[in-house]
């Protein structure tokens, strides 16, 4: 199995930054590559980005892009969004989940990624 834990989710003010974390444990070797999903109230789950654990081919959703950065550190067994000009509508719970693929088939359909953390609650207010 493969755990993972995201931190760093809190209330931020629009235009600010935040920095989020997911830590991997267990069979992390089965995986290739790292992604970050969101869920808004009410909405589906939404692709924010991905990147494998060399750190190579980074994607993003165009509704971030130019404003997050997705990095990975396959020695700490980490990924980590850095998110800045924050907006009310990044308003969600922040998922981080693992893939067994690189690319993912679908790299932006939360099926494609077999292992996912609880959450973290990002809350952007205007």
Not at 8 to 14: C, D, I, T
Not at 20 to 28: D, E, N, P, R, T
Request: glycine content about 8%; overall charge positive; charged content about 20%.
């Amino acid at each position: 199995q493969v755990e993972l834990v995201e931190s760093g989710g809190e209330l931020v003010r629009a235009g600010g930054s935040l920095r989020l974390s997911c830590a991997a444990s267990g069979a992390v070797f089965t995986t290739k590559s790292m992604a970050w999903f969101r869920r808004a109230p009410g909405k589906e789950r939404e692709f924010v980005a991905t990147i494998a654990w060399s750190g190579e081919s980074s994607m993003y959703s165009d509704t971030v892009k130019g404003r997050f950065t997705i990095s990975s550190d396959k020695a700490k067994k980490t990924v980590v969004l850095i998110m800045n000009t924050l907006k009310p509508k990044d308003t969600a719970v922040y998922y981080c989940a693992a893939s067994t693929n690189y690319p993912s088939p679908e790299y932006n359909n939360w099926k494609s990624f077999y292992y996912w953390g609880q959450g973290t609650q990002v809350t952007v207010s205007s």
